[in-house]
């Protein structure tokens, strides 16, 4: 066998015995990466509280490699460092369809048809934006959640915990991200 033939059968003979590496269920944003600081604007508005000074423009959102049997999706943002180490929800969402893979920049500040509104902390239907106390840096967790259920199968005004009742032994895999926010925002 000449080397060109054995290297071929030997190239052919590892590909077969290598298993096929599962794509990953994956979030991400254009507006933001991972463990970066969050756009001035994604703070919230300054009607909703002496410390918020942004404009409430939810970030960009998408996800990819969808996991197998997915029916619905759940959204939801949380600050780990509010509430006297409590946390709190910045924003509850599901009931988004199967075929929906994004959020514009700027979409889940109001409510819209592309999700079913739940019930975060600061009382809002759709995004509310960062607005921590001045000092230490607050950290956003962006987390996704891919169901078996089917988009209608959950009522609106579910709070976070309600919602993360529901999702036991619904959830198909799932995804984050994490942005930072601080006040004073630096210039």
């Known amino acids: ?10 190239t052919t003979a590892l590909a077969l015995a290598a298993p096929a590496a599962a794509e990953v269920f994956t979030l991400s944003s254009t507006t933001f990466k991972d463990g970066a600081l969050l756009p001035h604007e994604a703070g919230d508005i ?18 990819s490699n969808v996991p197998e049997g997915t029916r619905s999706f759940a959204l939801v943002v949380i600050d780990p460092d509010a509430g006297l180490g409590a946390g709190i929800s910045h924003w509850v969402a599901y009931g988004i369809a199967p075929e929906t893979t994004s959020f514009a920049e700027g979409e889940a500040s109001r409510p819209g048809d592309k999700f079913v509104a739940g019930k975060s902390t600061k009382g809002v239907p759709g995004f509310g934006g960062p607005c921590p106390p001045p000092g230490s840096p607050h950290h956003y967790l962006f987390q996704i959640v891919a169901t078996d259920l089917d988009p209608r199968d959950l009522p609106p005004g579910l709070t976070l915990a309600e919602l993360q009742e529901k999702l036991k032994g619904h959830r198909k895999g799932e995804s984050s991200l994490v942005g930072t926010y601080v006040n004073p925002y630096p210039q």
């Open 46 to 63: 300054p009607a909703r509280g002496p410390n918020c000074k942004g404009e409430n423009v939810s970030p960009e959102l998408s996800w």
């Open 1 to 10: 066998m000449t080397f060109p033939a054995q290297a071929l059968l030997l």
